[in-house]
């Protein structure tokens, strides 16, 4: 082999360095594919944009190749990246168009998107030329050292051999090379030879001959070689042939070795099919094609006796012609069929196999042959048999012992329950459908709890599942049963199935229930007074019990002799010090009282009052007691009980509570709406007079309903404990007209004067929001339960105990006595009529705001004659006030006239309507607004607002989730934000501050109170 030019070191000529590191320029910030690619051995270096692959170029390494983003392209990229002739590969989406744009801009290859790291790697090994790993191996027979020196340096492993036949045929076997490269000028050369005798040998090895002789083709031809390279040839060029010749025979013997593999594996499968199964091949019609050595051996007969026949050879007749039917149908019309049969050996005898029969269909979409797979179960079939055996025996034990069994998964809540279980619940056999439903319904309503409580003891803790209880038969009767039972748990110990028996054990209760009342009326006189008396000697230690004693301490009476260290023994190891202390004292006093605990023998633990006497010597020594003992367990669970029931109406109570505080936020958010635009109304100048007028009905009225919402909200914050007054000087007169005015529209409409005598200028000591709101309840249920056409008085009297009155009368139906005091509670409307407006919780807050005010709330009503109301308050002296108006709005314009930015995230249409009608009205401000969070982010950080409202309950994303991914970008997280909710309790807004909101606004909005707000942040004085 000889250089086109002249004899140049294999560094000089031009040839790629196959130890080089190929350098990726990525545009792609993934941790895990620049991670993937240095373990393949590529160097990266990833560029955050366009400009900064144009940097990378002018002051870095060329790349080998570019892999970025379709969209970062441009023309000034794609030129440079032209004009250092590097191979680009662009990530696109999963979509044709984008496909073909890669294409047309240049792009070597694409990847779509999402990106895989193992389709990235071999396609930059494809695009780089990287030898593989182990490099292709190149055989060189009679070839100079240039040539070996030039495939070696381009990552090629070599072997030179001599111009000796034996030598090369040696070489081929130990070096195993892909490519053999053979030199036919050598002197003396024996090149063609040797290829004819490789190829005799190999007929797949590529074999390549160079020589400067074109007359070598014709040699090369009738030699099988792959090609003939005339000289002189380039060693780049030479590189590249020889190793696409070695890629070429790489691939064809990874192919083959692949698909030897597979035959082995299929062979291998073939003989593990026949050694297990039962293999047999039909025609068209049905006759015998095929059969396995297991076929002949399990039907006794040989293969010559099978072949050509009809499988009906084996019928058993154990199965009906419908059976072999909707066989045959099945597969003749190309579906597979699976089942269990049963067929007849040679001698005679019978065996079960489960078939697989799968139809082979020809280019017509008919069966043309149908392959048959069986595995022999006679075995457990046999097994099967044996088993209902079994069931059979165990069935007539349980008819005969009046025993049912139930099985039961827990896991699927499956129930499996024996023939047995129905007449045990009073049904004829098989005539109750197994279901748990079923089981606790036959239960005695009683019994229920005990038996769903031992059961779930048993799951929960693996208490012994034993329990008698009572069912009661579709007649009425009533039967007793005792069920056992025990839960088989896994390897973790987790239950998934529960096995138990049931027994009528009804003949055994009726006698233990005789006994019991026999004994309950030979020891009745005894057990009505539950006393014993007794007698301890503390000298000697002795101690004397009456019967009922024993009894008490869980003995037979007189079954022992008691003593003091018994009775010591038996006193609970808590009390112990406590009966002490009380025989210490009675040394002082005489008296011995206490009361403490005991265990029995049997371990239950009662409660027991002693009462004694004590005597004692001259020195004050104890010397004996004389005295009783009472069993008041009862007792003592009585007030444990009370205290649980306490307990648990407190949580329902509670539960109660969080309700109606839920339900008011619900309200809330539509009122927010309604009290929102009326407000705005309540500013546009061009509303008329009567206009303006109607503008404060609607406010008036909707505060009113807001107040009537709030009450929901009240009640959650009394019964908690959580209410917040401000008692101070109030004026009753205004108040009191101005609850008139609210509700005069009210009486009108139902015909009712209203009218008010008072005094002026007399004030009490009060809430005066909860003052108002106490007597717009009052007069508001004096106009819905009065007659129509009647009237409402209002009187304010000084009293002489320093406290005034403040009367509402009106001339309804009245209220009976005996049913006043159900008038203050909660949700009671003493069966008001449907068509009245009302909660029944407003009185129940009206008397508690009021007492917690210091107040009383009084009602005075006689049946057909009106009621009466009255609320008590302490008089105060009423000081100097000033009459608050309407706070303005102001217009806080930005310094330097610049444009601000406001940002509303909110998922409800009607306030964000509302609240773009407010801040349309200052010019400085333009307003962003979307109803999901998610677009809220990519806002705020492509348009950088100066104030963010947020809603705080949103779907999906809440407020303060997306609080928290505002606050972690580090470009978003100085600008305010404020809450914007109908969450109106007090631990609402403490979390809000909690969670890093810059303020915290409530639904219905005050608008006065949003602009003051949003002024504040916006002009920088927060």
């Not at 390494?61 to 023309?75: G, T, W």
């Amino acid at each position: 082999m000889t250089l086109r030019s002249s004899d140049a070191p294999t560094q000089d000529l031009g040839i790629p360095d196959a130890h080089r590191s190929p350098l990726v320029y990525l545009l792609e910030e993934d941790i895990a594919l620049v991670t993937d690619l240095a373990a393949h051995g590529y160097r990266t270096q990833t560029i955050p944009s366009a400009d900064g692959l144009l940097a990378a170029y002018a002051a870095g390494e060329r790349p080998d190749v570019v892999v970025m983003a379709l969209h970062l392209s441009n023309e000034r990229v794609l030129a440079e990246i032209r004009s250092h002739d590097t191979c680009l590969v662009f990530i696109v989406q999963d979509d044709m168009a984008e496909q073909v744009m890669a294409l047309r801009k240049g792009a070597c290859n694409y990847l779509t998107r999402p990106l895989d790291a193992h389709k990235l790697t071999p396609l930059l090994d494809n695009l780089t030329h990287r030898p593989p790993v182990p490099p292709y191996r190149v055989l060189l027979i009679a070839c100079d050292d240039l040539a070996a020196k030039a495939l070696q340096s381009a990552g090629i492993t070599v072997h030179v051999s001599l111009d000796d036949p034996v030598a090369a045929l040696g070489a081929v076997e130990h070096f195993a090379p892909d490519v053999v490269l053979i030199d036919l000028d050598e002197p003396e050369a024996k090149g063609p030879a040797i290829a004819a005798i490789l190829r005799e040998r190999d007929a797949q090895i590529p074999i390549l001959l160079s020589s400067d002789d074109s007359a070598y083709q014709q040699t090369a031809r009738r030699l099988d070689c792959d090609a003939l390279l005339l000289k002189p040839l380039p060693f780049d060029q030479l590189t590249v042939i020889v190793a696409a010749r070695a890629k070429s025979s790489r691939q064809k013997k990874t192919a083959l070795t692949r698909l030897t593999n597979t035959l082995y594996e299929r062979e291998r499968e073939h003989m593990a099919l026949n050694q297990h199964a039962i293999v047999s091949i039909a025609d068209r019609r049905g006759n015998i094609t095929y059969v396995n050595d297991k076929f002949s051996e399990i039907s006794g007969y040989t293969r010559d006796e099978l072949l050509g026949h009809n499988h009906r050879l084996l019928k058993s007749f154990k199965h009906p012609p419908e059976f072999y039917r909707d066989l045959w149908s099945t597969i003749a019309g190309g579906k597979l069929w699976q089942g269990e049969i049963c067929n007849r050996r040679r001698d005679g005898s019978l065996y079960w196999v489960e078939s697989t029969i799968t139809p082979f269909m020809d280019s017509s979409g008919k069966p043309y042959q149908y392959v048959s797979i069986r595995t022999d179960i006679t075995h457990v079939k046999a097994a099967e048999i044996a088993l209902e055996h079994h069931k059979e025996r165990l069935r007539r034990g349980q008819h005969f012992a009046n025993i049912g069994t139930w099985d039961w998964n827990i896991l699927t809540g499956e129930l499996y329950w024996t023939e047995r279980i129905a007449p045990l619940f009073g049904y004829p056999a098989g005539d109750l459908e197994t279901s748990y439903e079923n089981f606790l319904a036959a239960i005695h309503p009683d019994d229920r709890e005990s038996v769903v409580n031992a059961v779930n003891a048993c799951i929960e803790r693996n208490v012994p599942y034993e329990v008698e209880h009572r069912v009661v038969w579709p007649d009425g009767t009533v039967r007793w049963l005792l069920e056992k039972g025990a839960v088989v748990r896994d390897e973790a110990g987790k239950p998934i199935q529960m096995l138990g028996v049931v027994q009528d054990i009804d003949e055994r209760k009726q006698i233990e229930a005789a006994l019991i009342e026999r004994d309950r009326q030979l020891q009745k006189a005894q057990k009505l007074a539950h006393i014993g008396n007794w007698s301890a000697d503390l000298v000697t230690g002795e101690l004397a019990w009456s019967d009922e004693i024993y009894r008490i301490f869980g003995h037979k009476p007189g079954s022992f002799q008691p003593t003091v260290g018994v009775f010591q023994n038996a006193v609970h190891p808590d009390d112990r010090e406590k009966v002490r202390e009380s025989e210490a004292l009675a040394a002082k006093t005489g008296l011995h009282d206490v009361v403490h605990r005991i265990v029995r023998p049997d371990g239950t633990v009662r409660h027991v009052h002693e009462l004694a006497r004590a005597k004692t010597d001259a020195s004050g020594k104890l010397l004996n007691l004389i005295g009783t003992v009472q069993d008041v367990t009862t007792q003592m669970e009585d007030e444990d009980a009370l205290i649980a029931a306490r307990d648990e109406a407190d949580r329902a109570n509670q539960a109660k509570s969080e309700f109606l505080s839920s339900m008011s936020h619900e309200l809330r958010t539509p009122m927010n709406a309604i009290l929102g635009f009326a407000q705005l109304l309540q500013y546009d100048e061009k509303l008329s007079e009567e206009n303006m007028d109607s503008v404060h009905e609607i406010l008036k009225a909707g505060e009113h309903l807001l107040t009537l919402i709030n009450e929901v909200l009240d009640l959650a914050k009394i019964e908690s404990g959580h209410i917040d007054l401000s008692l101070e000087p109030v004026e009753v007169c205004p108040v009191v007209e101005e609850c008139l005015s609210l509700v005069r529209t009210l009486a009108d409409k139902r015909g009712i004067k209203l009218s008010h005598a008072g005094l002026a200028g007399i004030a009490v000591r009060a809430d005066r929001m909860r003052l108002k709101q106490a007597l717009l309840n009052l007069l508001s249920n004096a106009i819905k339960y009065n007659n129509e056409d009647g009237s409402v008085r209002i009187e304010v009297h000084p009293r002489t105990d320093d406290r005034l009155h403040i009367r509402v009368t009106d001339t309804g139906p009245g209220i009976s006595e005996a049913r006043q005091a159900e008038l203050f509670e909660p949700f009671n409307r003493l069966d008001a009529a449907s068509s009245i407006e009302g909660t029944g919780i407003g009185l129940t807050i009206t008397r508690r705001i009021v007492e917690m005010m210091g107040g009383t709330v009084e009602v005075e009503s006689k049946h057909g004659e009106g009621s009466t109301f009255w609320i008590a308050l302490p008089i105060a002296t009423m000081a100097d006030q000033k009459k608050q108006g309407q706070p303005a709005i102001q217009n806080i314009a930005p310094a330097h006239g610049l444009l601000h930015t406001v940002l509303y995230i909110e998922d409800n249409p009607s306030n964000l309507k509302l609240v773009a009608q407010l801040l349309g009205q200052r010019k400085h401000i333009h307003m962003l607004t979307t109803h999901l969070p998610e677009l809220g982010i990519e806002l705020a950080k492509s348009r950088k607002p100066d104030l963010i409202l947020l809603d705080i309950n949103m779907p999906g994303m809440n407020g303060y989730e997306l609080l928290k991914a505002l606050k972690a970008d580090g470009n978003l997280k100085d600008i305010p934000v404020i809450a914007l909710t109908a969450n109106a309790m007090p631990r609402d807004a403490a979390r809000v501050i909690a969670a890093g909101f810059s303020a915290y606004l409530t639904k219905p909005i005050n608008v006065a109170e949003f602009f003051g707000t949003v002024d504040r942040y916006l002009s920088g004085d927060a």
